[in-house]
Nanobody, 123 residues
Framework: QVQLVESGGGLVQAGGSLRLSCAASGRTFGRYSMGWFRQAPGKEREFVIVSSSGGNTYYADSVNGRFGISRDSAKNTTYLQMNSLKAEETGVYYC?????????????????WGQGTQVTVSS
């Protein structure tokens, strides 16, 4: 069974940091793009950051310079490092996999999704 499981969410003060993990199972995702998305209460899901299969990283403008993504192929795990968090970044964070591999920002291109992990940033 192909599965993505996020972890590492929680409560953090504004200005703080969190690292989220996305553990993949059922197949290796080296040729996939691995992306992170988030959904704030009452809002649509939005793109945050993606790592393409070729190692390129693409950011949403709002997180550029504060967020980073990394992949550990041995552990089949993708990480999202979030620094200088803001209260408006509260929401559920999802990781997702796209077999096209080129680093899409489009939600519709991602065919495998995790269940999400809650991040709450207090002001």
């Amino acid at each position: 069974q192909v599965q993505l499981v996020e972890s590492g969410g929680g409560l953090v003060q504004a200005g703080g940091s969190l690292r989220l993990s996305c553990a993949a199972s059922g197949r290796t995702f080296g040729r996939y793009s691995m992306g992170w998305f988030r959904q704030a209460p009452g809002k649509e899901r939005e793109f945050v950051i993606v790592s393409s299969s070729g190692g390129n990283t693409y950011y949403a403008d709002s997180v550029n310079g504060r967020f980073g993504i990394s992949r550990d192929s041995a552990k089949n795990t993708t990480y999202l490092q979030m620094n200088s968090l803001k209260a408006e970044e509260t929401g559920v964070y999802y990781c997702a996999a796209d077999h096209l591999g080129w680093g899409s920002r489009r939600i519709g291109d991602y065919e495998i999704w995790g269940q999400g992990t809650q991040v709450t940033v207090s002001s």
